[in-house]
């Protein structure tokens, strides 16, 4: 059974950084990736990583960071200078097809959900 597990999230000042983690078990991947979703809205893309590559919404570029550990069998995501804005709950994404143009990641397993908050 495919499990994702993560954490890191937390409340931080408008600014500040977070470093999310995601445990993977129950099966190897070869691309993962990172959704977010704030209240009342969609579920988002953030960043993905797959084929030697690595992908991020034009929102957080150039402030998030999506690396992994393939022996390990975790994914992380770096997020600097953080915006209210980029208050949501963020999922970790395993498994599935990352479309480049336009930036589609669709994945097959889930992670229960981490809540990041930024205040101002």
């Known amino acids: 059974q495919v499990q994702l597990a993560e954490s890191g999230g937390g409340t931080v000042q408008a600014g500040g950084s977070l470093r999310l983690s995601c445990a993977a078990s129950?099966?190897?991947?070869?691309?993962h990736g990172w959704f977010r979703q704030a209240p009342g809205k969609e579920r988002e893309l953030a960043a993905a990583?797959?084929?030697?590559?690595?992908y991020y919404a034009d929102d957080v570029k150039g402030r998030f960071t999506i690396s992994r550990d393939n022996a390990k069998n975790a994914v992380w995501l770096q997020m600097n200078s953080l915006k209210p804005e980029d208050t949501a709950v963020y999922y970790c994404?395993?498994?599935?097809?990352?479309?480049?143009?336009?930036?589609?990641?669709?994945?097959?397993?889930w992670g229960q959900g981490t809540q990041v908050t930024v205040s101002s």
């Open positions: 994404a395993a498994g599935g097809v990352i479309f480049r143009t336009p930036l589609r990641y669709e994945n097959d397993y």
């Open positions: 129950g099966g190897t991947f070869s691309r």
């Open positions: 990583i797959g084929g030697g590559s690595t």
